[in-house]
Every structure is written in structure tokens, then in C-alpha cells.
């Protein structure tokens, strides 16, 4: 590799990294802000549960679509778009005062954000086709939690300063800046053009979704689902049950903030501790601890809550970084941007639904029960586990 090419890589590598921080620390506010928007509106459980629900349901939802829209007027370009309309509806969301104004904001903010994740994770699992794919993915992953932990964190310093409208609006104006810094970044490679004609070309003589095994990549969709539903869930309810055990509001920011960089952790050690110890291994491994994570959270007291929730986070997330590097290993190249754009809509659609359904659970029997019934749902990813193995 002569050293323009990895400067080339390197640049894509560092942009895309920084979409994705982006994207996923805005998102990750949400769990933030529920609290606080529930508050001010007097919602109840089953309401923070449709926001949260239509909010990442936006996502699933537009996914697929944006993937195709990437293939057709570049992949780069959608990400910018993307990053705008979610710093935008951010925006939106800082000068809305009623549920409606608010649920249209965070509608907003995900539908023309839906497609980053899958358009990224196309463009750079091309640029690493050769070597080096699971470190990059594994690095990206890594990136998108490194967001979770930084952008909440500096909300809540900016929410403790200010109120959260205008801490939001802040973040929403940053956002948009730096959005187009990466796009000027990214944009003088010539590679991304080339890349994709050809995969327009190749698209042509491949046809379906390039899956190479539809068994496999079945159980690891399903492990997807389950995996997402119950972070969703209890990343939703998680602030209310801190609340609930005596934090107070003005800490819950920094409680998450732990659990994210848990997560951070999880994500990057998790994709590379799988090259060593394999996949299945790493899933059991990260789904099993997850469940004894989740139980300890409902079970332990206050003091010991706060030693807890980033060895929760490292476990939580770490299965999602395994997941992700593993979909572009069962799907071919000249379908990865709709490959991934499928995987992302089916899981991150189930992961919407997952809020709506336990938060009517949680108004009829109870915020201690519906934490106990995300562990509980883990289970069935074990036996799936065993499919996965390539």
C-alpha cells in the first residue's frame, strides 16, 4: 500500500468515524432528555414509550430507503444530508412546548438520519476490503459509543448551566458545523466515486441481496433483534429506575454517562477480543453477563449502582460490535450498502417497538418488573448463537 492510499484510508476511516459520532451521541440524548420533556409535560410511562419508540421506528423505517437513495445519488452525500436533518430536527425539538411539536422534531431528526449508519458502514467495509476490515469496523463501532459517552455528557453539563432547550439548541448549531468540516474532509477523495460505479457495474451481474447464507444470516438477524430490544428498553427506563432509587435528576446524566462509556469499552474490545476467541463464544459470553448485569441493576442498592452501570455498558454493548463487523462477512460486496441498509431497518424498526410495548408494560405492572423482562428476553439469543459460526 503506497502511502497516499493509506492516507486515503486513514481520512475515511477518521470521517466516518466522526458521522458516527455524531449521530449516535445526538441519539443517545434522547435517554437524556425523556426524562426531563416527561417532567414538563406530565407523560406517562406509555407515552416516553412512543417517543422513544417513534424515534428510533423513524430510523428503521427510512433505513432501507436511504440505502437505495445512497446508490443512487452518492452514499456521502446522504450522510450530510442526514447529519444536517439530525442536528436540525435538534433544533426543532429546543423551540417545541407541546407532544406533538416534540414527537414531530424527533420524527424529523431520524428520518433524514436513518441512512448513516448503513451507508458508512458500506463505504468503509470497501475501502478495508482487503485487510483490515474487522479492526476498522470494530474502530467505527467503537467511535459511535465513544459519541454516546461525550455528547450526553456534555448536555448535562450544558443542561446544569443553562436550561435544556437551550443546551440543545448548542449542540444542534455545533452539530451542523462540524457536519460540514467531514463532508469537505471526506469529499476530495476520488476513491468514494470510483467506488461506486462499481458497484453499479457489478450490481448488474449480482443479483438478490448477495446473502451468502440465508440460515446464518437469519440467526444473526434475529440475535439483532432481540440484542437491540432489550438495550432499547432498558437504556429508556433506566433513567426513571435511577430516579426511582434516589439519584437525582441532575446526576442521571452523568449515571448514563458511565453506562456509555461502558459501552464505548464493550464495543471496542468486544470486536477484537471475537478475533481471538471466535463469534459464538463472544455472544454467549456478552449476552450471558448482560443478563446478570441487567438483574443486578433492579437488586442492588444506590452505592453499589454506580460501580455497576459501565460493567453493564461494556457487556450491553459489546454483542452489537460482534453483530456488526459479522454482517458484511455473510454478504458480498456490490450489495453491502442495501445488505447493511436491511439488517439496520429490520433491527433498529424492532428495537422502536420495543419502548412502546414495555412501556405499557411498565404502567400496568411496574418499572422493577419490565427491567426484569429485558434480561429475560436475552435468553433466547443463546441457542441462536450457535448458527453463527462462519
Known amino acids: 500500500m503506497n502511502p497516499t492510499q493509506k492516507s486515503n484510508k486513514t481520512r475515511s476511516l477518521f470521517s466516518f468515524c466522526a458521522f458516527h459520532f455524531l449521530d449516535d451521541g445526538f ?49 456521502l452525500l446522504v450522510i450530510l444530508l442526514g447529519t444536517f436533518g439530525l442536528a436540525g430536527g435538534f433544533l426543532l425539538l429546543s423551540r417545541s412546548h407541546t407532544f406533538l411539536t416534540i414527537l414531530f422534531s424527533l420524527i424529523f431528526a431520524k428520518v433524514t438520519g436513518a441512512g448513516q449508519h448503513g451507508l458508512s458502514s458500506s463505504i468503509l467495509s470497501r475501502v478495508f476490503e482487503v485487510s483490515g476490515r474487522r479492526a476498522a469496523m470494530g474502530t467505527y463501532n467503537f467511535s459511535g459509543d465513544l459519541g454516546k459517552v ?6 448535562a453539563l450544558m443542561i446544569n448551566l443553562w436550561s435544556w432547550r437551550q443546551a440543545i439548541l448548542m449542540l444542534s448549531l455545533v452539530g451542523m458545523a462540524v457536519g460540514v468540516v467531514l463532508y469537505l474532509l471526506v469529499s476530495k477523495q476520488k ?44 437504556l429508556t427506563f433506566l433513567p426513571f429506575l435511577l430516579l426511582q432509587k434516589g439519584i437525582p435528576m441532575t446526576q442521571v446524566g452523568f449515571a448514563l454517562t458511565l453506562l456509555f462509556a461502558g459501552g464505548a469499552i464493550g464495543k471496542f474490545t468486544c470486536g477484537v477480543l471475537a478475533e481471538w476467541f471466535g ?45 456488526y463487523a459479522t454482517v458484511a462477512e455473510m454478504i458480498s460486496p456490490a450489495s453491502r450498502s442495501r445488505g447493511y441498509g436491511l ?44 448458527h453463527l459460526s462462519l
Not at 40 to 69: A, D, H, N, R, W
Not at 353 to 370: A, H, R, V, Y
Not at 377 to 384: D, G, H, N, W
Open 27 to 75: 441519539t443517545d440524548s434522547i435517554y437524556l432528555l425523556l426524562p426531563l420533556i416527561a417532567a414538563e409535560l406530565s407523560l406517562s410511562f406509555s407515552q416516553v414509550g412512543l417517543l422513544k419508540g417513534i424515534f428510533s421506528g423513524s430510523t428503521g423505517l427510512f433505513q432501507f430507503p436511504l440505502s437505495l437513495l445512497g446508490e443512487k445519488i452518492g452514499e
Open 150 to 155: 461525550c455528547i450526553p455528557f456534555s448536555l
Open 191 to 234: 476513491e468514494h466515486s470510483s467506488m461506486s460505479q462499481a458497484i453499479k457495474k457489478s450490481s448488474h451481474s449480482e443479483k438478490g441481496w448477495g446473502i451468502k447464507n440465508r440460515k446464518k444470516f437469519s440467526s444473526l438477524l434475529t440475535i439483532g433483534i432481540i440484542d437491540i430490544s432489550a438495550r432499547t428498553a432498558l
Open 279 to 323: 463469534i459464538i463464544p463472544m455472544v454467549v459470553g456478552t449476552e450471558v453477563l448482560t443478563i446478570v448485569g441487567i438483574l443486578s441493576l433492579t437488586m442492588l442498592p444506590l452505592s453499589a449502582i454506580w460501580i455497576v452501570l459501565p460493567l453493564v455498558g461494556i457487556v450491553l454493548n459489546g454483542t452489537s460490535s460482534v453483530l
Open 343 to 386: 439488517y439496520y431497518a429490520i433491527t433498529l424498526g424492532s428495537g422502536a417497538l420495543s419502548p412502546l410495548i414495555f412501556g405499557l408494560l411498565t404502567d400496568s405492572m411496574g418499572l422493577s418488573f419490565t427491567i426484569v423482562m429485558t434480561a429475560l428476553m436475552v435468553v433466547f439469543t443463546i441457542p441462536l448463537s450457535r
